[in-house]
């Protein structure tokens, strides 16, 4: 027979937020965050007696103001009198412009550099270390200024394209490749029904031409597979592409507005300013060093016994690479990955530096300045950098899951 | 935590700013050296000279003031700013006066909270193009790229004056002068704008400064002046009174040469006495020694003088006196009466 005794009932007291290690922890982190909590409410608190006392209150009214200045690069309608907030939004998109853009190509470069500098080829692969170690140690706002100066030094300018003999001409006859911007031609519809119905027409071909593609690389698998031939596809595909393109070009009247030199400057045609093209520029080839480290990482992470085994059954290396080692190189690449991406928004504000209107320019350079609220304007700045990021973060990691190693 | 890094940086700020809002006569005396804004590098107005010295127009104010209140043209301590950081830099404490070339403006005389302490240039809008370029007046700039330095009251005159002539034209908004001298001399932009005094000094540092011409509109009002923050009403009657003093000087033919004679003893003009502090108690109401307009007036000699030897005529910037002549000369300027 035994006899149980229950453990004497344990009631809490409040020594034991100290003495009991169970409760200790806690206890520490609540005072920690009471702490952290009451120090910013003082110093923000702070910040706002003393902003009154100056006689300078917070307020946004003057986002509803009249700029009055003008923007050199204007993806939607703006004058100099749009208010603060459109000349903020024209900085915005120039900011997402530059930033897409540099993330497209830096990651074109990277991954080329970081495949190639595990080239067998000795010449190859040094050149390719040179140019990691060369473009990744030195700031990128010194490549911006680099790229900007030998830029506007070296291409001709608008003025040396005049004249009987002129020291410049048109490439091909149609671009003008000029020390403020490139000049190229813009296609356009004579029969078009305006610019956003057009553009939906486009894609609705273009995606009717990639379903139709797909269902013929179906059946070219279904017949390989059941009879071991895959028929030729290459030219049928092709035809599917490109031939109700052609016809709706066709039926639209597609013609393209050549740059022509007019006055000061080449009118007509699409321009690419300088200072975007020396920005996207600097970014994607300074980032595309970083990615290309990135790239080389993940090659070397996957076992030497995956590229054998490739080889064994037959492929090719420039298959063994695309379908075998690169597929399961991304688990390694696309972390790093992400943050290089946010690296290229955040270094985007560096754009003043070669008079590129975004976001850090307009909003907070000269709204900053006729305007003189720089705190509002800072704020505005740091929410928007901290979203684009997130947004950025939030979108990349959906793919990296898409991608991750699953295991069933 | 970086929010609260950030609240913590701009609450220093502003306590900085409180704290210097009073007595900045007294922390100047204190520091024995007086912070003074100026532009990053203007000839003529404000830049080191070879020796790395400081030598300009507006590097002359501040001398002036130095020497008035601290007995020594050299106890100045430059700060260079560019067009977007001078105000911040003012307000924060970090300089005690500004005297960059800085516009006259109702919003940042109120809203931005800074004391205009008079007019030490009066100056417009010009523009410069090459003279290869053939234009002969700013109405003929359709379509042009234009570079402005952004941060200043030319590029919202500039949007202004295209707006009324009904012309387009193209900003290249560029953060320094030298830049955008690079850029125009690169042909990157047609045109360059700033303030005419700006240009000419710009212009005269140019290898063949005949190769570009100033066209004739001048298309606003700019005039430049040293400037205080809001506050401190005594330390802005100080920076005013040194600047009427060199201006006064003139009009009543007060030089370097006949300073030190007309100081040792009164003479026969009262106002000219009151001014030297050889009759009456000006200096003391100032808080500062009797003597202290000999001085300012030691330095550089009066307004014509500094004028003269900084962005005058004789000087490459060769800047005639235009607006910029004694009223009685017909020009603008005109102090009030030292009484």
């Known amino acids: 027979m035994t006899t149980m005794t ?31 909590a009451l120090s910013i409410w003082y110093l923000g608190n702070n910040l706002i007696q003393n902003l009154r006392a100056a006689g300078l209150n917070i307020s946004y009214e003057f986002l509803g103001n009249p700029s009055g200045y003008d923007i050199n690069q204007t993806l939607v309608e703006y004058d100099s009198q749009s208010t603060h907030a459109r000349a903020a939004l024209v900085g915005i998109l120039n900011t997402l412009l530059v930033a897409f853009l540099a993330c497209v190509t830096a990651t074109v470069f990277g991954v080329i550099a970081g495949v190639l500098r595990l080239s067998k080829n000795w010449l190859v692969a040094k050149l390719m270390a040179v140019y990691v170690e060369i473009f990744r140690n030195i700031p990128v706002l010194i490549w911006i200024v680099i790229i900007f100066t030998i830029m506007i030094a070296v291409l001709p300018g608008p003025r040396e394209f005049r004249g009987a003999d002129p020291d410049a001409s048109m490439f091909l006859g149609v671009a003008a490749f000029t020390n403020r ?152 690449i696309i972390p790093p990955l992400i943050s290089q991406y946010l690296n290229i928004t955040k270094n985007s504000s560096l754009a003043i530096a070669v008079g590129y209107a975004d976001i850090t320019a307009t909003l907070g350079g000269i709204t900053l300045n006729q305007t003189g609220r720089a705190i509002e304007c800072i704020l505005l700045l740091m929410l928007f950098y901290l979203t684009a990021s997130l947004l950025i973060s939030a979108f990349m990691n959906v793919y990296n899951a898409s991608i991750k190693l699953k295991e069933r | 935590m970086k929010k609260s890094v950030f609240f913590g940086a701009a609450t220093v700020a502003a306590l900085a700013a409180g704290a210097a809002a009073a007595g900045t006569l007294d922390d100047v005396k204190a520091r024995g050296k007086l912070n003074c ?171 063949d400064p005949s190769a570009h011409v100033v066209l004739p ?80 007036l030691a330095v550089g000699g009066n307004y014509g003088e500094i004028f003269e030897a900084n962005i005058g005529e004789a000087t490459p910037i060769g800047l005639a006196r235009g607006l910029n002549a004694q009223w009685t000369d017909g020009g603008l300027l005109y102090s009030p009466p030292f009484r």
């Open chain 1, 6 to 36: 229950d453990p004497p009932k344990e009631s809490f007291q409040l020594s034991m937020l100290l003495n009991d290690t169970r409760y200790r922890s806690l206890t520490f982190q609540a005072i920690a965050a009471i702490l952290l």
């Open chain 2, 217 to 296: 509109e001048i298309v606003s009002k700019e005039p430049l002046g040293p400037l205080v923050r809001h506050g401190d009403n005594e330390w802005g009657d100080l920076v005013r009174w040194t600047l009427n003093a060199l201006i006064t000087a003139e009009e009543l033919g007060v030089t370097s040469a006949n300073l030190a004679e007309m100081a040792a003893s009164a003479g026969g003009n009262p106002e000219i006495n009151r001014l030297l502090g050889t009759e009456g108690n000006l200096g003391e109401m100032l808080g500062l020694p009797a003597d202290w307009a000999v001085k300012a």
């Open chain 2, 37 to 207: 804004g100026v532009t990053t590098g203007l000839v003529g107005f404000a830049a080191p000279d070879a020796n790395g010295e400081w030598k300009g127009f507006d590097v002359a104010v501040c001398r002036a003031v130095a020497a008035a209140v601290l007995d020594d043209p050299n106890a100045v301590e430059f700060v260079p700013t560019t067009g977007k950081t001078r105000f911040t830099a003012l307000a924060s404490g970090e300089i005690d006066m500004l005297a960059r070339n800085t516009t006259w403006t109702f919003s940042r005389d109120v809203d931005l909270k800074f004391e205009f302490t008079g007019i030490n240039y009066y100056d417009g809008q010009g523009f410069m193009v090459p003279k290869d370029l053939g234009v002969s007046s700013a109405k003929e700039l359709d379509g042009a790229t234009v570079c402005i330095q952004t941060g200043t009251t030319t590029e919202l005159n500039l949007a202004d004056f295209f707006r009324a002539n009904n012309i387009s034209y193209e900003p290249v908004p560029i953060e320094t002068n030298a830049e955008a001298q690079q850029q125009y001399l690169a042909g990157a932009c047609d045109v360059y704008t700033t303030d005419a005094s700006g240009l000419a000094a710009t212009r005269a540092t140019f290898e």
């Open chain 1, 181 to 332: 911007g490139v000049y190229i031609p813009q296609p356009y519809f004579i029969r078009g029904f305006g610019g956003v119905a057009d553009l939906l027409l486009v894609i609705a071909f273009l995606a009717g031409s990639f379903f139709a593609v797909r269902a013929v690389n179906a059946r070219a698998t279904r017949i390989q597979e059941a009879t071991g031939e895959r028929p030729q596809t290459l030219w049928t595909n092709l035809a599917i592409w490109f031939g109700p393109l052609i016809v709706l070009f066709l039926a639209l009247g597609l013609t393209f507005d050549v740059p022509a030199l007019k006055g000061f400057n080449f009118a007509g045609g699409i321009k690419i300013g300088g200072p975007l093209i020396a920005l996207w520029f600097a970014l994607s080839i300074y980032t595309g060093a970083f990615i290309a480290e990135n790239v080389r990482a993940g090659i070397q992470a996957v076992s030497k016994g995956q590229t054998e085994a490739a080889s064994a059954l037959g492929l090719r290396p420039g298959r063994v690479m695309n379908l075998v080692v690169l597929p399961q190189a991304l688990r390694v």
